[in-house]
């Protein structure tokens, strides 16, 4: 059994249905694929928050692909609002709002060279970009109740950076996709297949035969399993691995929830603790980022433990006292040098729509629209080309930075589990790694160093290792011939 179509979409989270939504209001016949349930899937288990500078980091500040990052980011925030409102006919968008605007606080648990630091990168950006926030007292913040030792230093309101009901978001998204003309599949591609010297299509799980002059990768990090089918080119590409994050929606005891999104800045390689609204007693808890070689569909015990006893002890201190509603479990899409893979592969007709770690959601209107542009042959009105999927890996910063990076999240990591230390003792710890971390660059490459996370990971699993030394030799090989 063989069906036509112009594009199809692999992918059916809000990337892969946004492109799929554009695409078929301009007319194009497309397809999107995916199982309904999303199994192990960054959005359907996303807290959905849609902000530009809560995430910004003294990192993101320092490169020029960093800086990039944040200027699509303010620029997909600005277009949220009439995207929201495109989706239905019946409303304006807002019922899919789940907080009014963010407190970022700064509490005691963090590092000060990590969260000190990007609490003031975040108060820099806003500046530079002339948006508008709030110094508020972090003793006032409506809703917080931490315990003692974890009380907020310092919080300021990011009036403009609300959060989205994602399970919502992607039913709304979907229906519109219908509406426009647009074909749901509900299954997964196994294998990209070729007509000559380009992409003819994809085959599905149950043998059906999709033809289609493009095909797009946009399903997150379970993309390379389709990518793989494509040898050739998934040499020379970036690897995706899965920042796999644990998050609990919680009913609250007292049947209330903030107003606002609560969290702290980025820390200890994930993207910082944030309680989100979800209803008038329910809220969603989310802390956690662990690199892992596949994507994971159930969650860790310490994981749980750790995501919830963050909650309790850093936000509201009777969550411990409240009911369990459910434990989520998503992938986020992270490839070998941490940076997005937008674009044509070097197989005409196969695009790439992944890696955007955790910016995917903020930033799918933008990359909808700008993917559809150059899928149409159109101009891209942003820098496509920077994160094209065929590259050398991207590194913003030198070596001695990313491994004193390394260390100081891997020690942020210790003093967010509560550890108890003799004083003296994390400096020696400190040393200790950083030498072990330096050998472990200078043994992948002598050029080439992977992102903090990366380099953490790859000590504990041999196959991260393994794919971050075979992508450096092929991209050598690659820039050789």
Same mark, same amino acid.
């Given at each position: 059994m063989s069906q036509a179509h112009d594009v199809v979409v692999v992918g059916n989270g809000s990337l892969g249905l946004s492109l799929g939504l554009v695409l078929a209001r301009r007319g194009v016949r497309v397809a999107v694929l995916g199982r309904p349930h999303r199994p192990g899937a960054a959005s359907s288990a996303a807290g959905a928050m849609i902000g530009t500078f809560g995430e910004v980091t003294t990192t993101l500040l320092k490169?020029?692909?960093? /800086?990039?990052? !944040?200027?699509?980011?303010?620029?997909?925030?600005?277009?949220?609002?009439e995207w929201l409102a495109s989706l239905s006919p019946d409303s304006d968008g807002t019922d899919l709002l789940t907080a009014d605007g963010t407190i970022v606080m700064l509490n005691?648990?963090? *590092?000060?060279?990590?969260? +000190?630091?990007?609490? /003031?990168?975040?108060? /820099?950006?806003?500046?530079?970009?002339?948006?508008?926030?709030?110094? $508020? %007292?972090?003793?006032?913040?409506?809703?917080?109740?931490?315990?003692?030792?974890?009380?907020?230093?310092?919080?300021? @309101? *990011?009036?403009?950076?609300?959060?989205?009901?994602?399970?919502? !978001?992607? $039913?709304? *998204?979907?229906?519109? @996709?219908?509406?426009? =003309?647009?074909v749901v599949?509900?299954?997964?591609?196994?294998? $990209?297949?070729?007509? =000559? %010297? /380009?992409?003819?299509?994809? +085959?599905?799980?149950?043998?059906?035969? !999709?033809?289609?002059?493009?095909?797009?990768?946009?399903?997150?990090?379970?993309?390379?399993?389709v990518l793989d089918t494509v040898p050739d080119q998934a040499a020379v590409i970036p690897r995706l691995v899965s920042g796999y994050g644990v998050s609990a929606l919680v009913d609250t005891i007292d049947q209330t929830a903030p107003r606002s999104v609560i969290r702290t800045p980025n820390r200890a390689f994930a993207c910082g603790l944030h309680v989100v609204p979800r209803g008038s007693s329910q809220v969603y808890v989310g802390a956690t980022n662990v690199i892992s070689p596949q994507p994971r569909r159930t969650a860790l015990v310490s994981d749980v433990l750790f995501l919830l006893d963050c909650g309790v002890r850093q936000v509201r201190r009777n969550l411990g006292r409240s009911d369990l509603h459910r434990i989520q479990v998503g992938n986020r899409p992270v490839a070998l040098d941490g940076m997005p893979l937008l674009g044509e592969t070097g197989l005409p007709g196969l695009w790439m729509m992944t890696g955007t770690y955790r910016d995917g959601l903020t930033l799918t209107p933008l990359l909808a629209r700008e993917m559809a542009a150059v899928i149409l042959g159109e101009e891209s009105t942003i820098d496509l080309e920077l994160f094209r999927p065929v590259r050398p890996p991207i590194q913003p910063l030198s070596r001695a930075e990313i491994v004193n990076d390394t260390v100081t999240h891997m020690m942020a990591t210790g003093y967010e589990t509560n550890w108890r230390l003799p004083v003296d003792l994390p400096l020696t710890i400190e040393h200790y790694l950083r030498l072990a971390y330096t050998r472990i660059a200078d043994e992948f490459d002598p050029v080439f160093t992977p992102p903090p996370e990366l380099l953490a990971s790859s000590r504990i699993h041999l196959s991260i290792a393994q794919s971050l030394r075979d992508y450096y030799a092929a991209s050598k090989t690659a820039v050789a011939v």
């Open positions: 490169s020029s692909h960093g /800086r990039t990052k !944040l200027d699509w980011a303010y620029q997909a925030s600005k277009l949220w609002p005691t648990v963090g *590092l000060p060279e990590i969260d +000190t630091e990007n609490y /003031r990168a975040i108060r /820099r950006a806003l500046s530079e970009y002339g948006e508008r926030f709030e110094d $508020v %007292d972090a003793e006032d913040v409506d809703w917080l109740d931490p315990e003692p030792t974890a009380r907020p230093l310092q919080a300021m @309101f *990011l009036p403009h950076e609300h959060a989205v009901n994602a399970h919502s !978001l992607l $039913v709304r *998204l979907e229906q519109a @996709f219908l509406a426009a =003309g647009g599949i509900p299954e997964q591609a196994v294998r $990209v297949d070729r007509v =000559g %010297d /380009r992409t003819g299509g994809v +085959t599905l799980e149950s043998g059906t035969v !999709l033809s289609a002059g493009h095909v797009v990768l946009a399903a997150g990090s379970a993309t390379q399993a």
